[in-house]
Structures are given as C-alpha cells and as structure tokens.
C-alpha cells in the first residue's frame, strides 16, 4: 500500500517471521552459535527462551533452513495438547505412520525410526515451540525421550523453545532431572536503543529504503515504547509508515510515533510512561503532593522499570562474558596447536637424525636440536 510512496520493494516490518531478513544483534548472534554448536556437537536437551515477539521462531527457522539437508528435524508449534498426545504429534511431525494407540507401542515405532535414521547417519532433532504451555506431564515424557539411544550416541535430540516462564518452570525441584539434561541454554533478551536503531535500518535497507525514513527522534520513541521487542517495533513501525503516507510525509518522525500510541492501534503495544513523567503527572493532580496510593503506585512503577532494567544488563554482562571465554578458548586452543605441531616437528627432526647412518656413534656427545 505504502511501499511505492516511500521508495520501497517491499513492506519493511512485517511481524511474520523471515529468516530472509535476519537481523542478528549480538544477543540473537551468540544465540545462533550457541544453538549451532549444540546441534552439531549433538548435545543432549537445548534450551532457548526470550519474551514474546524477541525473535525465537525466525532464529529457528533460520537454522532450519541451513540444517535441513543434514539432519531429519520437526517442529511443533501448537503446544495446547494433553501428554497423551505429545507422542502421537511427533510421530505425525516426522511422518511416522502408526497405528497404535498406546503410549508404549508409539514409543516402539518413534525408537524403531530413530534406529533407522542412525543406521542411516542421519541426526534427528525435535524442537518444541511454545513449551511453556505444555503439561507437567508432557514435559516428564519429553525427559523420557532422552532415555532413546544406543550405548554412545544419542537417537533424539531435543530444543525447547519458550517464554521465561518455562526456564522458571524447569528451575523447580519436579523437573530437576529434565534440567541436568540440558547441555545448551540461552536467553535472547530486549535490543538496546543503538541495535534499535540498527535494526529498523536493517529492516529498511533490506526493503530497498535508504537512510533516514525514520528520525533519530522516531526510533527513541520506538524504542522507548516498544521496550527494544522486535515484533512491538514491527508493529510500531509498520503502522507508523501508514500514518506517514496517509499525511503524504516522506519521512516518519516522533510525532507519528506518538500519534500511533495516542490513537492505541497497536493493541499489543502501550504507552509507556517514564517514572517523571509519572511523578509529574501524579503530583499535577494534587497540588498539595501525592497521595499514599499514588506513591505507591509511582514505587511500583519505579521498581518495574529497574526490575526490568536489571534483568537486561545481566543479560547484558552474561552474554558478554561469554563472548570474552569464548575469545580465550579459541586463542588457548590456537596456542595448543602451535605447540603440538611444534613437538610434532621436533619429533620428527629427532627421529631423522636417529635414524640416520652412525647416528648411535656420537663418542660421548649428546645430539641437541635447536629451536626457534
């Protein structure tokens, strides 16, 4: 509708996921090496969660779509079943034609697949979207599957995709064996203000756009009320160009932001105010100063904003930390290799020289090789 007006091939933000137009911040690049390594170390359980809308199925679709030559996969991701039919909906996912309907004979056709697969050298991984929303039960079933391998390998390998609750869930006594199972575990937390600003750039440059459709004003107040989740500024942003076309503007600045949120059509986006702007308007109302209810609902509101602000900077600092171990490790492991092709070569230099003619005959001498 707008694409024309703005110079674009396409619309830039649209909130179904594309693994086309993957914008990897770093969070969503650790992720992707994490995720990457597990599958191909063939790890046991992985673990990958992230609040709604931060960018989980397009990063699995991704890795599907450069996996899906190598490793026979499913994916489900409608969760809103009992356990007695988890094992019937990945037997369907995997196209495993069975008849049973018992649990233990359905287990028998999903062990007798993998056994195929394996003898195949095929890897098969099952990952599960949305898990948050499964039964107690169905997650215990879900640890039983871990139990199909041979003596050395693992038949079944198995991602969990799901909100923050689901890692809250697995942190309980109940599911304390599903957790010892899970080799790779990572969160994708919010994008700050400057990957903000990198993403809607991406986002536009891949639609064709050039620098500058949006303010520097417009994105801070994408971000600020978008809290950094890239479907919330998919949904701003979208709605936000609709706006500007409809005002023939050829460029979107805050006050269309603004006016987005002030007319709520974005139902999955709010307002959000900042604490001041809380405290002045609560205090606005009152000239003699805040009530005890509305100090208490500023303290509330205070408290969420930096509960909120804590959890991403230690997020923040964890994924930062990683990436600083795993620097390390790589230049640990080049230094080891340095070395061990080093004690190779004077292995060798040692063997040729005593090998060679009269090499035993050294009247006493010791025989040195000189290094660098």
């Given at each position: 509708?707008?694409?024309?007006?703005?110079?674009?091939?396409?619309?830039?933000?649209?909130?179904?996921?594309?693994?086309?137009?993957?914008?990897?911040s770093?969070?969503?690049?650790?992720?992707?090496?994490?995720?990457?390594?597990?599958?191909?170390?063939?790890t046991?359980?992985?673990?990958?969660?992230?609040?709604?809308?931060?960018?989980?199925?397009?990063?699995?679709?991704?890795?599907?779509?450069?996996?899906?030559?190598?490793?026979?996969?499913?994916?489900?991701?409608?969760?809103?079943?009992?356990?007695?039919?988890?094992?019937?909906?990945?037997?369907?996912?995997?196209?495993?034609?069975?008849?049973?309907e018992?649990?233990?004979?359905?287990?028998?056709?999903?062990?007798?697949?993998?056994?195929?697969?394996?003898?195949?050298?095929?890897?098969?991984?099952?990952?599960?979207?949305?898990?948050?929303?499964?039964?107690?039960?169905?997650?215990?079933?879900?640890?039983?599957?871990?139990?199909?391998?041979?003596?050395?390998?693992?038949?079944?390998?198995?991602?969990l995709?799901?909100?923050?609750?689901?890692?809250?869930?697995?942190?309980?006594?109940?599911?304390?064996?599903?957790?010892?199972?899970?080799?790779?575990?990572?969160?994708?937390?919010?994008?700050?203000?400057?990957?903000?600003?990198?993403?809607?750039?991406?986002?536009?440059?891949?639609?064709?756009?050039?620098?500058?459709?949006?303010?520097?004003?417009?994105?801070?107040?994408?971000?600020?009320?978008?809290?950094?989740?890239?479907?919330?500024?998919?949904?701003?942003?979208?709605?936000?160009?609709?706006?500007?076309?409809?005002?023939?503007?050829?460029?979107?600045?805050?006050?269309?932001?603004?006016?987005?949120?002030?007319?709520?059509?974005?139902?999955?986006?709010?307002?959000?105010?900042?604490?001041?702007?809380?405290?002045?308007?609560?205090?606005?109302?009152?000239?003699?100063?805040?009530?005890?209810?509305?100090?208490?609902?500023?303290?509330?509101?205070?408290?969420?904003?930096?509960?909120?602000?804590?959890?991403?900077?230690?997020?923040?600092v964890?994924n930062d930390?990683?990436?600083?171990?795993?620097?390390?490790?790589?230049?640990?492991?080049?230094?080891?290799?340095?070395?061990?092709?080093?004690?190779?070569?004077?292995?060798?230099?040692?063997?040729?020289?005593?090998?060679?003619?009269?090499?035993?005959?050294?009247?006493?001498?010791?025989?040195?090789?000189?290094?660098?």
């Amino acid at each position: 509708m707008y694409e024309s007006h703005y110079g674009l091939t396409t619309k830039p933000f649209s909130i179904v996921p594309n693994p086309e137009i993957l914008f990897l911040s770093k969070n969503h690049a650790n992720a992707l090496t994490y995720l990457e390594y597990g599958i191909s170390e063939k790890t046991g359980f992985i673990l990958l969660t992230g609040e709604i809308g931060a960018g989980k199925t397009t990063l699995i679709r991704h890795i599907l779509n450069k996996i899906e030559s190598k490793i026979k996969s499913a994916v489900i991701f409608n969760t809103n079943f009992s356990s007695d039919q988890l094992l019937r909906r990945i037997l369907d996912e995997f196209e495993i034609h069975a008849d049973a309907e018992q649990k233990e004979d359905q287990l028998a056709r999903l062990y007798q697949f993998l056994i195929d697969q394996f003898k195949n050298g095929r890897h098969v991984l099952l990952i599960v979207d949305e898990a948050q929303n499964l039964p107690d039960d169905a997650l215990e079933d879900i640890r039983m599957l871990s139990n199909l391998q041979t003596d050395n390998h693992i038949l079944l390998q198995v991602m969990l995709v799901g909100q923050p609750e689901l890692k809250a869930r697995l942190s309980r006594p109940a599911f304390r064996q599903l957790a010892q199972r899970i080799a790779v575990n990572y969160h994708i937390s919010a994008l700050d203000r400057d990957q903000t600003h990198n993403y809607i750039a991406y986002r536009i440059e891949a639609a064709g756009g050039g620098p500058g459709l949006f303010s520097r004003a417009a994105i801070d107040a994408v971000y600020r009320h978008s809290g950094g989740i890239p479907r919330s500024i998919n949904l701003l942003c979208d709605t936000a160009l609709v706006y500007g076309y409809a005002d023939n503007l050829k460029r979107v600045n805050g006050q269309i932001i603004e006016k987005v949120l002030d007319d709520d059509i974005c139902m999955a986006v709010g307002k959000r105010k900042t604490v001041s702007e809380t405290v002045k308007r609560v205090v606005g109302k009152n000239e003699a100063g805040p009530t005890i209810m509305e100090r208490i609902y500023w303290l509330e509101t205070s408290m969420a904003e930096l509960k909120r602000e804590h959890q991403d900077l230690m997020q923040t600092v964890k994924n930062d930390l990683v990436t600083k171990y795993q620097h390390l490790l790589r230049m640990e492991q080049r230094r080891y290799d340095q070395l061990m092709e080093r004690y190779t070569q004077l292995l060798r230099i040692k063997g040729l020289a005593d090998a060679a003619p009269g090499a035993g005959d050294h009247n006493g001498e010791c025989l040195s090789v000189e290094g660098e």
